[in-house]
C-alpha cells in the first residue's frame, strides 16, 4: 500500500496520495488543490529503519571523545567512583 507524491502541473502543488496498490497509482492522479489531471509523479524520501544495535555501531567516534571529555569533572562526585570494589584483600 504506497503513499505517492505527485506535483500539479497547473498550479505547481506538491500533495501526497495513498493507493491500496501499484496498479491504481499508475492510473494517474488529480491535484488535490486546483483539481486539474495529469500531475506528475515526484522523487521523494524515504526511511530507512535501523536497530538500535545499527545507530550505536554508527556513532562517530570524535563524538564518544566529546561525551567523554564533558563527563571528566563529574566522574568524581559519581558515588560508584568512590566505592572500593577490590574484593580480594591485601596479599602482603
Given at each position: 500500500m504506497p503513499i505517492y507524491e505527485y506535483t500539479c502541473a497547473a498550479c505547481d502543488?506538491?500533495?501526497?496520495?495513498?493507493?491500496?496498490?501499484?496498479?491504481?497509482?499508475?492510473?494517474?492522479s488529480a491535484c488535490s488543490?486546483?483539481?486539474a489531471e495529469g500531475a506528475k509523479r515526484a522523487i521523494s524520501a524515504f526511511l530507512v529503519?535501523?536497530?538500535?544495535k545499527t545507530q550505536i555501531d554508527n556513532i562517530d567516534p570524535a563524538f564518544e571523545k566529546q561525551i567523554d571529555a564533558a563527563?571528566?569533572?563529574?566522574?568524581?562526585?559519581?558515588?560508584?567512583?568512590?566505592?572500593?570494589?577490590?574484593?580480594?584483600?591485601?596479599?602482603?
Amino acid at each position: 500500500m504506497p503513499i505517492y507524491e505527485y506535483t500539479c502541473a497547473a498550479c505547481d502543488t506538491r500533495f501526497s496520495r495513498f493507493f491500496r496498490s501499484q496498479h491504481a497509482a499508475s492510473s494517474g492522479s488529480a491535484c488535490s488543490h486546483c483539481g486539474a489531471e495529469g500531475a506528475k509523479r515526484a522523487i521523494s524520501a524515504f526511511l530507512v529503519h535501523q536497530t538500535l544495535k545499527t545507530q550505536i555501531d554508527n556513532i562517530d567516534p570524535a563524538f564518544e571523545k566529546q561525551i567523554d571529555a564533558a563527563m571528566q569533572p563529574h566522574l568524581a562526585s559519581d558515588p560508584l567512583n568512590r566505592i572500593d570494589l577490590s574484593f580480594g584483600g591485601s596479599k602482603g
